[in-house]
């Protein structure tokens, strides 16, 4: 059993920055791998960013172009996304998400969290 809590979402003007965190419990949290997805009003959920279990390997989504950043901190079982110069069209929902198989994590993780409501305005 694994609960995970996201936090940090809020309104941001076009260009700014937010951090999102998330929070774990339950089963060893150093023992998932770990990933971010979001869902826009209308649209299917998609993927965003991943990292493994021990941290050295990350995977992003080509949308982010470089202006996000995923990141764990194993010693409070938590991970964040730190996501820069953001757009309108990232507005949605953001989940945090965790399943032990690095493929599994990136495409149907076993855990989620309820999310967090991110809105960049124009």
């Known amino acids: 059993q694994v609960q995970l809590v996201e936090s940090g979402g809020g309104l941001v003007q076009a260009g700014g920055s937010l951090r999102l965190s998330c929070a774990a419990s339950?089963?060893?949290?150093?023992?998932?791998?770990m990933a971010w997805f979001r869902q826009a009003p209308g649209k299917e959920r998609e993927f965003v960013a991943a990292i493994s279990w021990s941290g050295d390997s990350t995977y992003y989504a080509d949308f982010v172009k470089g202006r996000f950043t995923i990141s764990r901190a194993n010693a409070k079982n938590a991970v964040s996304l730190q996501m820069n110069s953001l757009k309108p069209e990232d507005t949605a929902v953001y989940y945090c998400a965790t399943s032990g198989r690095w493929a599994d994590v990136q495409t149907t993780p076993a855990y989620w969290g309820q999310g967090t409501q991110v809105t960049v305005s124009s």
């Open positions: 339950g089963r060893t949290f150093s023992s998932y791998n």
